[in-house]
């Protein structure tokens, strides 16, 4: 899902946005966390519920850093392999999951990032935004931190992986870890902040 930008992002482009999908993953999200920190940094992590629901911690230490901790999924179906039912079921038991631990989602990123004709009208009735990327690391496939550098650029909205999810070509989240520091570094070089999404202005568009 590559389109405009996010609802509600400004129009301004002096800051880049890395999301990262299906985590949390209790060694990996830690250490994009730390590198985050280190780097003063924020970013959004779009969460599988069920992995969020049995580490409660990493989530709560992600909103205590400032991060956005959004929905992913529960199961990661793709919605045009799936009916309507089966998503909306999947969706509402995720949101219920992540409300208990006092996550309340206003963006989420469909697994594979490829929707359904109907998954804009299952978020409006859920309050969602659906939100995409414009820059994709490919970090799950196992590129090397140096390839996945060359899609930094302002206004960037980059798609990053702190867990292993199905597709996943890769045995460990390494080289994303490493991809956080050279995107830092970057970002200083040219003046540009590193941040969370902002919320978005309305839900159920659908965004980059």
Do not use: K
């Not at 996010?6 to 993953?25: C, I, K, Q, S």
């Not at 793709?78 to 509402?92: A, C, G, K, Q, S």
């Amino acid at each position: 899902m590559t389109t405009s930008l996010p609802a509600g992002y400004p129009r301004e482009v002096a800051r880049v946005h890395l999301t990262f999908d299906d985590g949390p993953d209790p060694v990996w999200t830690p250490r994009v966390a730390r590198a985050l920190e280190a780097a003063g940094a924020t970013a959004t992590f779009f969460v599988m519920a069920g992995r969020a629901a049995a580490h409660p911690d990493l989530v709560e230490a992600l909103l205590d850093a400032g991060h956005g901790v959004e929905l992913h999924c529960l199961e990661h179906l793709r919605h045009t392999e799936v009916t309507r039912e089966r998503i909306e079921h999947d969706t509402d038991a995720g949101l219920g999951l992540l409300g208990g631990l006092g996550v309340h989602p206003r963006r989420w990123r469909l697994p594979w990032g490829r929707p359904a004709p109907w998954s804009a009208a299952v978020a409006e009735r859920r309050g969602l935004a659906l939100t995409g990327w414009t820059a994709d690391t490919h970090d799950w496939r196992g590129d090397r931190t140096a390839a996945m550098a060359t899609v930094l650029g302002p206004g960037a909205v980059v798609l990053c992986h702190d867990g292993l999810g199905p597709g996943a070509r890769r045995a460990d989240c390494a080289q994303t870890v490493a991809f956080v520091d050279l995107a830092a570094a970057w970002a200083e070089r040219r003046e540009v902040s590193l941040e969370a999404l902002p919320a978005p202005a309305s839900a159920a568009q659908v965004a980059a």
